[in-house]
């Protein structure tokens, strides 16, 4: 069963602005936004636009990290010995991918 999500999806941008640290924005055309959405633009601090930046990877790799989990269990129910982790290994590469942008490194 797949949950519903309530919150914007990304992509986000991070635009240096001129008042010191960044503006988020949703998608790429940053231009069009500037344009139509203005007045919801916030500058925050680096850290924390990296972090949001950085929400949906995380969210997406810490959805396949438990549904990997959730298959490498079931296997393990099934009587199998040596379960196939690859699945778990690729997403756990995914979360850590996407914790690195999170922190800036990458």
Sequence with gaps: ?????????????LRECSHGG???????????????????LQ????A???LIAAAPDLYAAGEAVVAAADDIQSQ????EV???DRAMW???YELRAALRRARGEG
């Design 90 to 92: 690729a997403a756990i």
């Design 82 to 84: 040596a379960p196939d």
């Design 1 to 13: 069963m797949e949950a519903t999500t309530k919150f914007t999806p990304g992509p986000w941008a």
């Design 48 to 50: 924390d636009a990296r």
């Design 22 to 40: 960044v503006i988020l924005v949703r998608g790429a055309d940053y231009d069009a936004q500037k344009r139509h959405e203005q007045s919801h």
């Design 76 to 79: 393990l129910d099934a009587g």
């Design 43 to 46: 500058i925050l601090p680096m």
